[in-house]
């Protein structure tokens, strides 16, 4: 089979399946079994596969038909300057969830070595990107699932970037401080929304790690005690759920909130300043 012909067949399989976006699937599946890019794959178009390259693809594919997250179908996804393995221990990364590390970097811009805590790390994406680019950053990601942990930690391991891990609930308060910055995205999608997730989310992905009643309150409550004065929290939010979290921000005490919209204009990133460490 050629290229050309393997790219659409395998898109029109995807678009029966219910793929979003059943074109752009098919050239990254086809590029992965290829060893190449997605323009790669263009190039070779009047190439033909192996029989090697065909099975795999065909395996592939019968994976992402079955709507499991082509993040997990590929093994890894990008984030930032980075590529992390992912698989159903944690999260996919999002591309909101950049402009938290964003934030979090313009906030921590001169100074040389803040300490840094992720709550809820996952596969370690915020943690890590922050400590890739923010490389004086003393970064600490913890989380209730040990499993995520050790995807967090072979991501650590992978890239040569050095953060601490740790196996802490957040319910149960936050490490001890004090901290320059607290982040998280925590669990946020509420239990009536469960029928309206995509089958990749709903189906595959943690769940755990997408419902937890309360989660961001306990987030923002427990770091109003191990900021130091002046530290910051930043917390990626629910669509539509901005603005209630800054007024708890505010009711809690932290100044200078903000909110800050992600790459498609809807409010998600929202953040605040401690004035005092109690």
């Known amino acids: 089979m050629r290229v050309r012909d393997a790219l659409a067949a395998t898109t029109a399989r995807l678009g029966a399946a219910g793929c979003e976006t059943p074109r752009v699937d098919a050239e990254l599946l086809l590029a992965h079994v290829r060893g190449t890019t997605r323009s790669g794959v263009h190039a070779d178009r009047g190439r033909s596969l192996t029989s090697g390259e065909e099975a795999e693809l065909e395996r592939l594919v019968a994976r992402r038909e079955r709507r499991e997250p082509l993040a997990y179908v590929l093994g890894q996804w990008g984030f930032r300057r980075l590529t992390l393995a992912v698989d159903p221990r944690v999260l996919v ?116 790690a997408l419902f937890a009643d309360g989660a961001t309150e306990a987030v923002a409550e427990g770091a109003v005690a191990v900021l130091r004065p002046g530290g910051a929290l930043v917390l990626e939010t629910a669509e539509g759920d901005a603005e209630r979290v800054a007024a708890l921000l505010s009711g809690l005490g932290y100044v200078e909130v903000g909110v800050t919209p992600d790459l498609a204009g809807t409010d998600r990133v929202v953040e605040g300043v401690t004035t005092s460490a109690d």
């Open 93 to 208: 990364p999002r591309p909101e969830t950049e402009v938290v590390v964003e934030r979090c970097l313009a906030l921590l811009a001169g100074s040389a070595a803040p300490r840094v805590l992720d709550v809820g790390t996952g596969s370690g994406a915020i943690a890590l990107a922050i400590a890739d680019e923010h490389p004086g950053a003393r970064v600490t990601g913890i989380d209730a699932s040990t499993d995520a942990l050790d995807v967090a930690r072979a991501n650590a391991q992978q890239m040569g970037i050095a953060i601490e891990l740790v196996a802490h609930d957040l319910f149960d308060g936050l490490p001890e401080g004090p901290w320059d910055l607290v982040v998280s995205n925590p669990p946020y999608v509420r239990a009536d929304e469960d029928e309206t997730l995509q089958p990749e989310v709903r189906d595959w992905e943690p769940r755990a």
